[in-house]
């Protein structure tokens, strides 16, 4: 099982700021993949996002001095360098030939061990298929001397896979498909359990689909092997503002806010004797004082959806991301409590 660690190039302004200390203390043994979000896609071609990026990809790839079998990947697209960059270099053969042979060129040269396609709009599924294909067929040129692996982020709404996505061809060529099983959220004026396992009941509509259960099972009906697919976990929490302060149940009306990191989350909660539940429906965890309710995923939660992962044979976790986790232990149970709780039981369980 995979235990995929997403690391974003912007955590270095975050409040508190994620370091190059803080990269250096890393334990290298807790994933087995640091993504490294992102790269820019522009004119056909990988490009550093961050002015200090080339430092950073150095930092996390010497993680792999202390254990050899941790593995890289350079993730591209994200929300900020949008789909237009990607539709582009669709529209020719000679552009996608020019991507492939540049990224596979820029990966090796920044020591990563693969790449994630963090792609999710609208495009011609039938032309991203031929890239990915080409892809494949590049990085199989270079195997014998640069192993690398090819993973995508898949999105969970249904007329996004189906629109963009040419599933049965990608089951072929990837070695995983990340689902985007966080964020998850029908009506903006309704609290939501925004990384909800399972539907509430009784559901229907957007709401039935909003959870990780249905966009699992929607990928393998589409041909994606369960054994690629990898679903996120968040370490963020999401704060509503309640409408009725004695109606804080999922599905009750309040107003969406801010996203949080676990360190804020965690105060929330030991600062301001915060009364919190578990969903034992949905599975997942939200916590209220006053007229603010938060949505989130515990350690006891986290734990619980690795076993339903080695349960299903899915791939394995991906967790988003260890600079919203408490890497500092500033809450005092742990440093990278949250992304511990599920790497620790599939890393027993791949021992096995």
């Not at 540049?102 to 693969?114: H, L, P, R, T, Y």
């Not at 892809?135 to 270079?142: A, P, T, Y």
């Not at 249905?214 to 370490?235: F, H, L, N, Q, Y």
Request: with cysteine; charged share 20%.
């Amino acid at each position: 099982f995979v235990r995929m660690c997403y690391f974003t190039n912007w955590a270095q302004y975050s409040s508190p700021p994620f370091t190059k200390d803080d990269i250096d203390a890393i334990d290298p043994f807790m994933c087995s993949h640091i993504i490294y979000a992102f790269a820019n896609l522009k004119d056909n071609e990988l490009l550093e996002y961050e002015w200090n990026d080339q430092e950073s990809y150095s930092k996390i790839n010497a993680l792999k001095s202390s254990n050899a079998k941790l593995k890289t990947l350079l993730s591209v697209g994200g929300a900020s360098n949008g789909e237009a960059p990607l539709n582009s270099t669709l529209s020719s053969e000679e552009n996608m030939r020019h991507f492939v042979n540049q990224s596979i060129a820029f990966i090796i040269e920044n020591g990563f061990d693969g790449i994630n396609l963090e792609f999710s709009g609208k495009r011609n599924k039938e032309k991203f298929a031929d890239l990915v294909t080409m892809l494949r067929e590049g990085v199989d040129k270079v195997s014998a001397t640069h192993p690398m692996e090819i993973a995508m982020f898949g999105p969970t709404a249904q007329d996004f896979i189906d629109g963009s996505f040419a599933v049965a061809r990608l089951s072929q060529e990837l070695d995983f498909v990340i689902l985007g099983t966080f964020y998850f959220q029908g009506d903006p004026n309704t609290l939501a359990l925004h990384t909800a396992l399972y539907p509430k009941r009784p559901d229907s509509g957007e709401w039935s689909t909003s959870n990780t259960a249905w966009a699992v099972d929607s990928w393998m009906e589409r041909g994606m092997p369960k054994d690629k697919i990898v679903i996120i976990v968040a370490t963020t929490a999401v704060k509503y503002t309640l409408d009725d302060v004695t109606n804080h149940r999922p599905g009750d009306g309040a107003t969406k806010g801010d996203t949080v990191g676990f360190q804020e989350t965690c105060t929330f909660i030991k600062d301001s004797n915060a009364q919190c539940y578990q969903d034992n429906q949905q599975v997942g965890d939200y916590c209220v004082r006053g007229n603010t309710w938060i949505s989130f995923d515990g350690s006891s939660t986290l734990t619980y959806k690795a076993e339903w992962v080695i349960q299903h044979g899915l791939g394995g976790i991906a967790t988003w991301t260890l600079d919203r986790d408490d890497f500092s232990n500033s809450c005092t149970m742990g440093a990278y409590n949250l992304t511990k709780s599920w790497t620790s039981v599939l890393s027993d369980a791949s021992k096995q």
